[in-house]
């Protein structure tokens, strides 16, 4: 080829390279804006809904527990010690219908004694000391106040030199769903406030909605930022909020 035909053909493939990118360039431009042209055509917002409620179950355990040299000896004890539990939650509000008996159990517990024999070597040997026996109650109650008011007096059985425990009291919604509804219509309603407002300072109009994904229920106690992807749910205060939020995605116009 000659030097004139080769010019030619290096000219001519530089100016089809040249074009290539200046095509190239200009799709991936459209294509760019196609997409934020798209995105600037929808908004998506948060809306929470909060809602403050008394817990209306509650739940409790209580344990006594009693020493014997025999079971029999330890039976017969857990037995008087189990009279005056019950009676102290008779006199309590503690009602039969509103306990559940939880188990006994019967442990047997060994000394270690260390002796040494005549040439100063330590050995140790377990003997039998004695059984601990422990009977649980578990109290379940609707009314929430009563346990808040009186289960700490269950301890005064101490003061009869009895071996008596009780946990921390649970307290319970018994059907969190009957809130569910008006919490998705709140957390909506301001989701489409936001939505609004936005579109408005935008210079945009809100069109129909185009998704909406309802967040799981959190139960928290007050004043708390507690959260959780599956879901909160507080035990331990009698006054709880319960909250949601809904995403939701509008059309602009």
């Known amino acids: 080829m000659n030097k004139p035909l080769a010019a030619a053909a290096v000219i001519i493939a530089v100016i089809a390279l040249t074009a290539g990118i200046v095509l190239s360039s200009f799709m991936l431009s459209r294509f760019m804006l196609k ?12 809306g ?33 010690a189990q009279k005056t539990l019950l009676a102290k939650l008779d006199s309590l509000g503690f009602n039969a219908a509103m306990r559940e008996d939880e188990n006994i159990s019967c442990d047997a517990h060994y000394r270690t004694v260390k002796t040494k024999d005549k040439y100063g070597k330590e050995t140790s040997n377990s003997y039998f000391d004695h059984y601990e026996l422990t009977y649980s109650v578990r109290i379940r109650t609707n009314n929430v106040k009563l346990v808040s008011a009186n289960v700490l007096k269950i301890h005064e059985l101490a003061y009869q030199k009895l071996n008596v425990s009780v946990d921390s009291p649970s307290y319970f ?36 909605l185009m998704e909406a994904r309802q967040g799981v229920i959190q139960i928290t106690a007050p004043a708390s930022n507690e959260t959780s992807d599956y879901g909160v749910y507080d ?9 949601l939020v809904m995403t939701m995605k509008f059309a602009l116009q």
């Open 173 to 208: 919604i018994n059907n969190p769903e009957q809130y569910k509804l008006e919490l998705v219509n709140s957390a909506s309603a301001s989701a489409a406030q936001r939505a609004r407002t936005a579109a408005s300072h935008s210079g945009s109009a809100l069109g129909p």
């Open 48 to 80: 929470v809904a909060e809602k403050l409620i008394t817990s209306d179950l509650a739940a409790f355990k209580c344990s006594i527990t009693v020493k014997g040299i025999s079971r029999e000896e330890g039976y017969a004890n857990l037995a008087r």
């Open 235 to 243: 035990t331990k205060s009698v006054q709880k909020v319960i909250r």
């Open 35 to 46: 997409i934020q042209h798209s995105t600037e055509k929808s908004i998506t917002v948060k």
